[in-house]
């Protein structure tokens, strides 16, 4: 079986809200966890492959990205997708710039696209700039991410320090005259030796305008937003109908790793409610203590399940993260955190748990590789960018949605357990 679009994704819940708007443009769509080491034996227009690559040093980034290339390719996938996050996360190191690279080389393609843009979770970029709502990327919340804080919404500053070719960027202007001003101006660019452009995009109209002129492109570099431009380009039509997906089963659980305000502010709301919550203090995980927390957290879960969904977080504000940052330093308190959460999450399914949230894209992917995930069908939209997915496995297998940091309404981890019933 061959695939049209074979997309890269840089984490897991981005794979899902990429998944979800390619699905929602009519693509049939598989996700697969890491890169499947058999051919693919669905019948899909395109393949998401999650890698957790966004923070790790850019030559493993590089190796696992090419290493997916290499997968997409052999199933036959006529155009490469780069999704990275809508707010551009990425260390100093990248990885959105060497991994463009190694892709367009791989590719032996000398032009690409970037742009984050995506309008309905109010993701916008405005002469090469780049607004989470109705400010600047430096000033959303970003500039105090625990491992990618983002102090610069200028995007061709960025991306032109991450890589060795020239950046550009094709206007809100251009883009409003639609595709064959984008064509021409992506001739100049090309003929004035740029190589990477990053394309302005206010609203979903503008993506609809950008998808005609990406046909046959090799490599596309984006959020997720650009793929509704997309399924066009392959005859697809647009449908609102989410795959459907085997009926729930199971209790309900909420593990929360992510510190963004968003987060913050589900969780704050979840425990508004009166359900039960515990917090992980990453202090309390420190000097082998790990296996002991994560063993107290789930006696205090297993009583409280059948009553109703339970929340574990170690969601804390800005302040508590950088406070033990200092202690831990950056990586080590993500992966102390993460290897915590992640034993929590298969703890939790160990004890029942079928429809489980989890919140944060690193930590998502530690608790999707914890649980053993090899693939994911995507079921409906909880909100923009989040869906339902399943996991086949045992007893009915267990429903997993992976919520992006800064997506969701604020009753996102009571709300998301409704659409599934
Ligand atoms: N209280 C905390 N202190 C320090 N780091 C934390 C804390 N809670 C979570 N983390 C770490 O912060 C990172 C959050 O990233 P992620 O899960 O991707 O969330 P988001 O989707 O908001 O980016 C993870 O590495 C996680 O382990
Ligand atoms: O594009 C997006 O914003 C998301 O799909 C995404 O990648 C979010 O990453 P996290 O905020 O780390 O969950």
Known sequence: ???????????????????????????????????????LAADVHA????????????????????????????QGAQQIYFKYCSTFDSTPEGNIGPV????????????????????DNG??????????????????????????????ANLVRVMQAQTKRKVGLIDYKTVALGEAAIRERISALRAEGVGVAVVDATSNEDLHRMGPALKNMPLLTAGSGVAIGLPANFGLKPSLQASQLPAAHGLQAVVSGSCSLATNAQVAHFKSTGRPAMAINPAALMHGQSDAMVQQVLAWAAPLLKDGPVLVYSTAEPEAVKAVQAQLGVAEAGALVEHALAAVARGLVGLGVQQLVVAGGET????????????LQIGPQIDPGVPWCHAPGDNGGVHITLKSGNFGTEDFFTKAFTVLA
């Not at 463009?100 to 309008?119: N, S």
């Not at 916008?124 to 430096?138: D, E, I, P, R």
């Not at 998502?364 to 693939?375: E, F, P, R, T």
């Open 1 to 39: 079986m061959t695939i049209q679009l074979g997309c890269i994704a840089d984490d897991f819940t981005g794979a899902t809200d990429l998944a979800n708007n390619l699905v929602r443009s009519g693509m049939r769509v598989v996700q697969t966890i890491g890169v499947p080491t058999t051919p």
């Open 47 to 74: 393949v998401v492959v999650a890698l957790k690559s966004r923070t790790i040093p850019a030559a493993e980034a590089i190796a696992q990205s090419l290493d997916a290339l290499k997968w997409l390719q052999a």
């Open 100 to 119: 463009t690279e190694a892709l367009m080389d791989a590719l032996h393609t000398d032009f690409t696209i970037a742009t984050p843009a995506f309008p």
């Open 123 to 152: 993701r916008t970029v405005f002469k090469g700039y780049l607004f989470a709502g109705n400010v600047l990327l430096n000033e959303s919340g970003m500039q105090n991410h625990p491992l990618t804080p983002m102090t610069d």
């Open 364 to 375: 998502s992917g530690a608790c999707v590789q914890a649980l053993g995930i090899a693939q």
